[in-house]
C-alpha cells in the first residue's frame, strides 16, 4: 500500500491507495501516522480517495491512528471515503466515531 504524505498548511494530509489490509505491511500507516505526531504535527487528514480495498486489519490500523491522535492532544479526519469503505464503516458502526468528510477541501476547511 503506497502511502504519500504532504503538507497543506498546518494540516499533514496522508494519501492512502491501493489496500489497506491485514498482510507483511500491516503497521505501515499506523507507523506514519505516529511518525507525524511524534514530529509535533498535530492534525492530520487521511485522504482514502485511492483506496481500492479494506479489510478488518486496514480498519483496525483506522482506529490505532485515532487512539494515537487522542492520545497525542491531535485530530484525525478522514476525507473520500469509496463506497465500499464508507458501509464497512457503516456496518461497524466506526462512521460515527471518526470525523469524516467527502472532499479534501471539506476536511481541510474543518480544521480551522
Given at each position: 500500500?503506497?502511502?504519500?504524505?504532504?503538507?497543506?498548511?498546518?494540516?499533514?494530509?496522508?494519501?492512502?491507495?491501493?489496500?489497506?489490509?491485514?498482510?507483511?505491511?500491516?503497521?505501515?500507516?499506523?507507523?506514519?501516522?505516529?511518525?507525524?505526531?511524534?514530529?509535533?504535527?498535530?492534525?492530520?487528514?487521511?485522504?482514502?480517495?485511492?483506496?481500492?480495498?479494506?479489510?478488518?486489519?486496514?480498519l483496525g490500523e483506522l482506529v490505532a491512528c485515532l487512539a494515537t491522535a487522542k492520545r497525542s492532544g491531535g485530530a484525525i479526519k478522514l476525507a473520500?471515503?469509496?463506497?465500499?469503505?464508507?458501509?464497512?464503516?457503516?456496518?461497524?458502526?466506526?462512521?460515527?466515531?471518526?470525523?469524516?468528510?467527502?472532499?479534501?477541501?471539506?476536511?481541510?476547511?474543518?480544521?480551522?
Amino acid at each position: 500500500m503506497p502511502i504519500a504524505e504532504r503538507q497543506v498548511g498546518a494540516v499533514t494530509v496522508i494519501d492512502l491507495s491501493g489496500k489497506l489490509a491485514s498482510s507483511e505491511e500491516s503497521g505501515k500507516l499506523k507507523d506514519k501516522v505516529s511518525s507525524v505526531f511524534f514530529q509535533g504535527r498535530k492534525q492530520v487528514l487521511v485522504n482514502l480517495g485511492g483506496l481500492t480495498y479494506m479489510d478488518s486489519g486496514g480498519l483496525g490500523e483506522l482506529v490505532a491512528c485515532l487512539a494515537t491522535a487522542k492520545r497525542s492532544g491531535g485530530a484525525i479526519k478522514l476525507a473520500n471515503l469509496g463506497k465500499r469503505v464508507q458501509d464497512l464503516l457503516i456496518m461497524t458502526k466506526l462512521l460515527a466515531v471518526f470525523d469524516v468528510y467527502d472532499t479534501e477541501a471539506e476536511a481541510l476547511t474543518s480544521f480551522k
